[in-house]
């Protein structure tokens, strides 16, 4: 019974650590990155591909410009759960349809959220959580 009773506690324990771990954590294990690298390696990953190019001169001449997109990506670093990160995708998504500006309406500078919701599928994924669901 004693056997037993310790596969359990070190089953519940080792699920209680990996559902625990941030975004930002399992991100970086999954693609061998430096904690110190990862908002600008997500934020590169997720960029329209159209957009890497433009970037750095937009950043030069407004830094500010992609502000909510960092914002995202902080705010999905610590996330725990699919669930969590699909409420700050929702967020996104609402505040690009209602942006008047038309260098993130009409040329789409900025981050893409389904290249970000395609990351995040992937992260949860290898970790045995539940699917994240675009809308």
């Known amino acids: 019974m004693g056997v037993v009773l310790n596969q359990a506690l070190t089953i519940?324990?080792?699920?209680?650590?990996c559902s625990?771990?941030?975004?930002?954590?399992r991100f970086c294990e999954r693609f061998n990155t430096p904690i110190t690298q990862f908002e600008k390696r997500l934020f590169r990953a997720c960029l329209y591909p159209h957009?890497?190019?433009?970037?750095?001169l937009i950043r030069a001449i407004n830094?500010?410009?992609?502000?909510?997109?960092?914002?995202?990506?902080?705010?999905i670093?610590?996330?725990?759960?699919?669930?969590?990160?699909?409420s700050?995708?929702?967020?996104?998504?609402?505040?690009?349809?209602?942006?008047?500006?038309w260098l993130r309406t009409k040329l789409r500078i900025r981050l893409s959220g389904k290249r970000l919701a395609r990351v995040v599928h992937q992260v949860f994924d290898e970790a045995?959580?539940?699917e994240l669901t675009s809308s």
């Open 20 to 25: 625990c771990m941030t975004f930002q954590k």
């Open 88 to 101: 700050e995708l929702r967020h996104f998504r609402y505040f690009n349809r209602m942006s008047d500006h």
């Open 128 to 130: 045995g959580t539940r």
């Open 63 to 75: 830094p500010g410009f992609f502000d909510e997109d960092l914002e995202v990506i902080q705010q």
């Open 51 to 56: 957009a890497l190019t433009l970037a750095g």
């Open 77 to 86: 670093a610590s996330a725990t759960s699919s669930a969590e990160v699909e």
């Open 12 to 17: 519940l324990s080792a699920w209680s650590i």
